[in-house]
């Protein structure tokens, strides 16, 4: 086996730890949970330099995050990953939103896409679901 594949295969092993793969579902919620807050708040946000500051600054964690995991599961799975139709929405919903986060521009629409992203949640929690019962 050659060192190019024995890495994908244990960046693969690393991403389907039950513990890595519990922390990239909280970090989805997590990240539902502050766009709800957004969307409920936006005026507030808006209004207030140090929370809009906040907010944009935990986006840009968040969406950092996100944009890793795409980059390792890409590497890790290569073109399988993208075989999926899930995998391709949730990752052009996170390559948009951080792009337009980057360049600070901000579409209305993009709140919904993001909260859109529930449906990898739920299709996560039931794969868990799915394994422990198979257990």
């Known amino acids: 086996m050659s060192l190019f594949l ?3 295969r244990k960046v693969a092993e690393f991403l389907e730890h039950p513990y890595i793969s519990k922390m990239i579902l909280g970090m989805t919620i997590f990240l539902c949970v502050v766009i709800f807050s957004e969307l409920a708040i ?6 207030n330099l140090l929370l809009s500051a906040f907010y ?10 996100f944009v890793l995991e795409i980059i390792l599961k890409s590497f890790a799975y290569g073109i399988s990953f993208f075989s999926e139709f899930i995998n391709v929405f949730d990752s052009v919903i996170v390559i948009v939103s951080y792009v337009m986060l980057i360049t600070e521009t901000k579409l209305k629409i993009l709140g919904l896409l993001r909260v859109l992203r529930l449906i990898k949640v739920i299709l996560s929690m039931k794969k868990v679901v799915d394994e422990k019962r198979e257990r």
Do not use: E, P, Q, V
């Open 6 to 8: 024995l890495i994908r």
């Open 42 to 47: 936006g005026n507030t946000i808006s209004s």
């Open 56 to 65: 944009r600054y935990l986006n840009f964690f968040l969406l950092t995050f």
